[in-house]
């Protein structure tokens, strides 16, 4: 079965620290990942995609990086600010088109 | 250019009632997806349609439905609502639907 597995379910950090948020799946034959921010109650903002033929990507102070032989992709954020505070969702397509979405990882940034 | 958007915002209904959500894709895309998301899990997949043909389904029973428009807006009707279908109802489109994908802020459903 094809899943995607986000831990941990939730973060605290205090603000200016560099960190990472990690995703695995299970099956490496993937077509692309997808970073997602989500706002409480709101819908989600892409933030990265990496297509399957490349290792990372990065975007201001995120990096995303993709290692697909073992099964794992990292969000790098830089210098987080309390604005960086929300829910960031990893998904997986796979042959079919639909987006498999990990449970999350609620981060909050504390000034 | 516009996102995608959704309407409506919010929508109380009571068990038992039919509801019809409604998503208009970014200028240019030509598929829509619709997700589910429960509270404090992460979405759940229900239905993707480019160019007016269903391609895929995910886990969901037949009181679900949706269809797609010659202009690629689309609607997602539930039928035979129960307490359970509360939800935030997310429609997503994209170029054909194995590129990045793009996020509507969803249709708040809460049945009673």
């Known amino acids: 079965k094809q899943e995607v597995t986000q831990i941990p379910a939730a973060l605290s950090v205090p603000e200016g620290e560099n960190l990472v948020l990690n995703c695995s799946f299970t099956?490496?034959?993937?077509?692309?990942l997808q970073w997602f921010r989500q706002d409480p109650g709101k819908g989600l903002t892409s933030l990265l995609l990496?297509?399957?033929?490349?290792r990372e990507q990065t975007s201001g102070r995120l990096n995303a990086s993709l290692d697909k032989s073992s099964g794992r992709s990292t969000l790098y954020i830089a210098a987080s600010q309390p604005g960086d505070s929300a829910t960031y969702l990893c998904?997986?397509?796979?042959?079919?088109?639909?987006?498999?979405f990990g449970q999350g990882t609620r981060l909050t940034i504390n000034p | 250019d516009a996102g995608v958007t959704q309407s409506p915002t919010h929508l109380i209904k009571t068990r038992g009632q039919q509801v019809t959500l409604r998503c208009s894709p970014i200028?240019?895309?030509?598929?829509v997806s619709w997700y589910q998301q429960v509270l404090g899990q992460g979405p759940q997949f229900i239905f993707q349609?480019?160019?007016?043909?269903?391609?895929g389904r995910g886990n969901f029973p037949d009181r679900f439905s949706a269809r797609q428009f010659p202009n690629y807006s689309s609607e997602l009707n539930v039928n035979a609502l129960l307490l359970g279908d509360s939800a935030l109802y997310l429609c997503?489109?994209?170029?054909?639907?194995?590129?990045?994908?793009?996020f509507g802020p969803g249709t708040r459903l809460t049945v009673l």
């Open positions: 349609y480019y160019e007016k043909e269903e391609r």
């Open positions: 998904a997986v397509t796979w042959g079919a088109q639909k987006l498999v």
């Open positions: 200028s240019g895309h030509k598929s």
């Open positions: 990496i297509q399957s033929s490349q």
């Open positions: 997503a489109s994209s170029w054909t639907g194995q590129n990045e994908q793009f």
């Open positions: 099956d490496s034959a993937i077509y692309n």
